[in-house]
């Protein structure tokens, strides 16, 4: 179960800098990211970890 919550936590981590990176490339050229990848998905995957991140017992105590 640990794994899992670690595995969480990276993805989390990852997808909020992937996300900001995104939508920064995105504001700096319209269709330079969007054109390939709708920045919207790496911006729910984002959203659900941080909710399952949040909700799950002892989510404070993972050291990663």
Same mark, same amino acid.
């Given at each position: 179960?640990?794994?899992? &919550? ?9 997808? =909020? ?7 920064? &490339?995105?504001? &700096?050229?319209? =269709?330079?990211?969007? #054109? #390939? ?22 989510? =404070?105590?993972? =050291?990663?």
């Amino acid at each position: 179960m640990t794994i899992l &919550l670690k595995l969480n936590t990276e993805l989390f981590r990852a997808s =909020g800098v992937l996300t900001l990176v995104l939508y920064f &490339l995105e504001t &700096l050229k319209d =269709g330079y990211v969007s #054109f #390939f990848v709708n920045p919207a998905i790496m911006l729910a995957v984002f959203v659900v970890s941080g909710i399952i991140w949040l909700f799950t017992p002892d989510s =404070g105590k993972v =050291g990663v």
